[in-house]
T-cell receptor, first 112, second 115 residues
């Protein structure tokens, strides 16, 4: 079955610097890759997603890059701000059915 | 419009009790998912509905867990004879289109504590 690994589990970044979180997956047929942000005690919310027909997608300070050959995709946050502090989850829907596998999450701390 | 609504927000149950957790998805959303999120972990898939049909229940951890969505809108997750290991946040998510390859909108969750 699909295996999703997310790294790092914790990341501390100085405010204004960039943060990168990486996910690897095992099923080469996977073709949709979302990232969710979950603030403490709140619901997960989609922040960006990418489909396999493109290699990169940007939305203001957030970008996602996809390497289908290597089977990994990464979340990039530039010019980090205090409100970026949260847990970030990657997710990969399993090909052929409707089960979605989430990574274990990355706790991002933005240091003042 | 309203987002995904879950009730109750918190539930404390004694071991062995039955509980029912409710999810009101966004109106018109075809897909509905239930997840279990343990502390410090990512959401783990439990089950998926497309309208009223339960197309995937492979994530339900035991036959004590049962979900339904009889009219294709509101869904209920029922846990019978609760055990301590059932303590977690139960998240519901809905999506406009069919399947898992679309944006999912999550509810705030029900935090279940089994004593």
């Amino acid at each position: 079955g699909e295996n999703v690994e997310q790294h790092p589990s914790t990341l501390s970044v100085q405010e204004g610097d960039s943060a990168v979180i990486k996910c690897t997956y095992s099923d080469s047929a996977s073709n949709y890759f979302p990232w969710y942000k979950q603030e403490l005690g709140k619901r997960p919310q989609l922040i960006i997603d990418i489909r396999s027909n493109v290699g990169e997608k940007k939305d203001q300070r957030i970008a996602v890059t996809l390497n289908k050959t290597a089977k990994h995709f990464s979340l990039h946050i530039t010019e980090t701000q205090p409100e970026d502090s949260a847990v970030y989850f990657c997710a990969v829907p399993r090909w052929g059915d409707d089960k979605i596998i989430f990574g274990k999450g990355t706790r991002l701390h933005i240091l003042p | 419009g309203a987002g995904v609504s879950q009730s109750p927000r918190y539930k404390v149950a004694k071991r062995g009790q039955d509980v029912a957790l409710r999810c009101d998805p966004i109106s018109g959303h075809v897909s509905l998912f239930w997840y279990q999120q343990a502390l410090g972990q990512g959401p783990e898939f439990l089950t998926y509905f497309q309208n009223e049909a339960q197309l995937d229940k492979s994530g339900l951890p035991s036959d004590r867990f049962f979900a339904e969505r009889p009219e294709g809108s509101v869904s209920t997750l029922k846990i019978q004879r609760t055990q301590q290991e059932d303590s977690a946040v139960y998240l519901c998510a809905s999506s406009l289109a069919e399947g898992a390859k679309n944006i999912q909108y999550f509810g705030a969750g029900t935090r279940l504590s089994v004593l």
